[in-house]
C-alpha cells in the first residue's frame, strides 16, 4: 500500500542526546515536510523540502535539520535533544502538481526527559 | 500576523448537524483545507476549497467565503466515528500551510 513510513513510532530520549526520525514515502512526491504537534497549538512546520535536493526552514525550525538526499526520504535530526522538543512529529507529502494535499505518515511520539 | 481561529471544542448529538467555524487572517490566499484526526492518529484530507461557495462531499460540505476570510465545515447525520478533531489550515502566498489548532468534536448518542 502505497504512502508514508515514520519510525519509529515512540521514543524516549535523554536530554543531550541525538536522534534520527526517519520518513519515507513511495508516492514520488516531490515536496515533503515536517510537523509538530503539541496540545492546543496548530501543526507547526519545522523543515520542509520542495524537490529532492533542496531544503527550507519553516516556522520552528531551530534544534532540528533536515536533508532530502532523494525523493523518497526526508529524516529529522535532533543534533542534541532538549525537553522542549517533547511532541508528536508527523512527516507529510504533496503532490504541488494537483491541490498540494498533505498526506501524512503516522506520527512519532518522542519524549525527552 | 498570520492567525487562522476555530472553536476549541464542540458538542453534538448522534443523527444530527453540525457547522465548524474557521475565520483566517493570512499573508495572501492559495486554498483552504480541512483535515479530520482521531485520536492518536494523522491527520487525513477531508476537503479543499479555492472558490466561493459550497463543495459537497457526501456527509461533508465545505464552504467558503474568502471576502470574509470565513470557511465553514457542514457534517450531517453524525455519526460516532464523526468524532474527531478537524483541522483548518490556510495555504498563504508562499504556498505554506498555516493551521488552526483544530476543534475537538464530541459525539453524544
Known amino acids: 500500500i502505497a504512502g508514508i513510513t515514520q519510525a519509529p513510532t515512540s521514543q524516549i530520549l535523554a536530554a543531550g542526546r541525538r536522534m534520527t526520525l526517519r520518513c519515507t514515502q513511495d508516492?514520488?512526491?516531490?515536496?515533503m515536510y515536517w510537523y509538530r504537534q503539541d496540545l492546543g497549538l496548530g501543526l507547526r512546520l519545522i523543515h520542509y523540502?520542495?524537490?529532492?535536493?533542496?531544503?527550507g526552514k519553516g516556522e520552528v525550525p531551530d534544534g532540528y535539520s533536515v536533508s532530502r538526499a532523494n525523493t523518497d526520504d526526508f529524516p529529522l535530526t535532533l543534533a542534541s535533544a532538549v525537553p522542549s522538543q517533547t511532541s508528536v512529529y508527523f512527516c507529510?507529502?504533496?503532490?504541488?502538481?494537483?491541490?498540494?494535499?498533505?498526506?501524512f505518515g503516522e506520527g512519532s511520539r518522542l519524549t525527552v526527559l | 500576523g498570520q492567525n487562522i481561529d476555530q472553536p476549541t471544542e464542540m458538542t453534538a448529538t448522534e443523527g444530527a448537524i453540525v457547522q465548524i467555524n474557521c475565520t483566517y487572517q493570512?499573508?495572501?490566499?492559495?486554498?483552504l483545507f480541512w483535515y479530520q484526526q482521531h485520536a492518536g492518529e494523522a491527520p487525513t484530507f477531508l476537503s479543499y476549497n479555492v472558490l466561493d461557495g459550497l463543495e459537497e462531499k457526501g456527509r461533508f460540505s465545505s464552504f467558503l467565503s474568502r471576502s470574509k476570510g470565513y470557511s465553514y465545515l457542514l457534517l450531517k447525520e453524525l455519526q460516532m466515528k464523526d468524532s474527531a478533531s478537524y483541522l483548518c489550515a490556510v495555504r498563504d502566498s508562499n504556498y505554506q500551510l498555516i493551521w488552526g489548532a483544530g476543534t475537538k468534536l464530541i459525539i453524544k448518542p
Open positions: 493570512t499573508s495572501g490566499f492559495n486554498g
Open positions: 507529510a507529502s504533496s503532490d504541488v502538481q494537483d491541490t498540494g494535499e498533505l498526506f
Open positions: 508516492m514520488r512526491h516531490n515536496a
Open positions: 523540502s520542495n524537490t529532492a535536493g533542496t531544503t
